[in-house]
T-cell receptor, first 114, second 117 residues
Framework: DAKTTQPTSMDCAEGRAANLPCNHS???????VYWYRQIHSQGPQYIIH???NNETNEMASLIITEDRKSSTLILPHATLRDTAVYYC???????????????FGKGTLLTVNP | GAVVSQHPSWVICKSGTSVKIECRSL??????MFWYRQFPKQSLMLMAT?????????EQGVEKDKFLINHASLTLSTLTVTSAHPEDSSFYIC?????????????FGPGTRLTVL
């Protein structure tokens, strides 16, 4: 299973773009990169996922390098409510193939400051 | 978006008692549900994977006789912490996989805070 490496914490000013990096140098060709976030004392919230192309939705953009060994989650205009732990996860498949499980690392604590 | 609910949101119980936590997918069918546990200032740890109508698959180190999981329908999974002890105090989170959507997204419940006295 590919592992991910993220900075422990980051700060961002309100209204500015937050760029959260993630390294996944051992990712396999059929593994996706997922991003979730967890606001304090809540369940994780899905943000975005991608395979090799850049992706954008109403919450964020995901930039994946051409070699797929790293990615960056971009929150274009961070707000105070974006303060959370952000998890970069590479999807794994168990031996059955029909199920999968998300394994969470320590994530990055993003603090958006006023 | 898909909604997953958990009940109760928090529970306090005495040591030695059993506690049941419910996880429901409100607007989709979840053939697979997952149970996680999170201790303070730590990440989520997967406890078990449950498929509707079959036995749950537990992660290494998780006692299946202590954490009973039942996934009797496509919208409901329950986790029962039997003979709870203070070290079982934690934040328990379930998630459900929306298979039919085809994107393999996993939706999480709001969590249940268990405190064992």
């Amino acid at each position: 299973d590919a592992k991910t490496t993220q900075p422990t914490s980051m700060d961002c000013a309100e209204g500015r773009a937050a760029n959260l990096p993630c390294n996944h140098s051992t990712i396999s060709g059929n593994e996706y990169v997922y991003w979730y976030r967890q606001i304090h004392s809540q369940g994780p919230q899905y943000i975005i996922h991608g395979l090799k192309n850049n992706e954008t939705n109403e919450m964020a953009s995901l930039i994946i390098t051409e070699d797929r060994k790293s990615s960056t989650l971009i929150l274009p205009h961070a707000t105070l409510r974006d303060t959370a732990v952000y998890y970069c996860i590479v999807r794994v498949l168990n031996s059955g193939g029909s199920n999968y499980k998300l394994t969470f690392g320590k994530g990055t604590l993003l603090t958006v400051n006023p | 978006g898909a909604v997953v609910s958990q009940h109760p949101s928090w529970v306090i119980c005495k040591s030695g008692t059993s506690v049941k936590i419910e996880c429901r997918s409100l607007d989709f069918q979840a053939t697979t549900m997952f149970w996680y546990r999170q201790f303070p200032k730590q990440s989520l740890m997967l406890m078990a994977t449950s498929n509707e109508g079959s036995k749950a698959t537990y992660e290494q180190g998780v006692e299946k006789d202590k954490f009973l999981i039942n996934h009797a329908s496509l919208t409901l999974s329950t986790l029962t912490v039997t003979s709870a002890h203070p070290e079982d105090s934690s934040f328990y989170i379930c998630s459900a996989r929306w298979w039919e959507r085809g994107t393999n997204e996993q939706f999480f419940g709001p969590g249940t805070r268990l405190t064992v006295l």
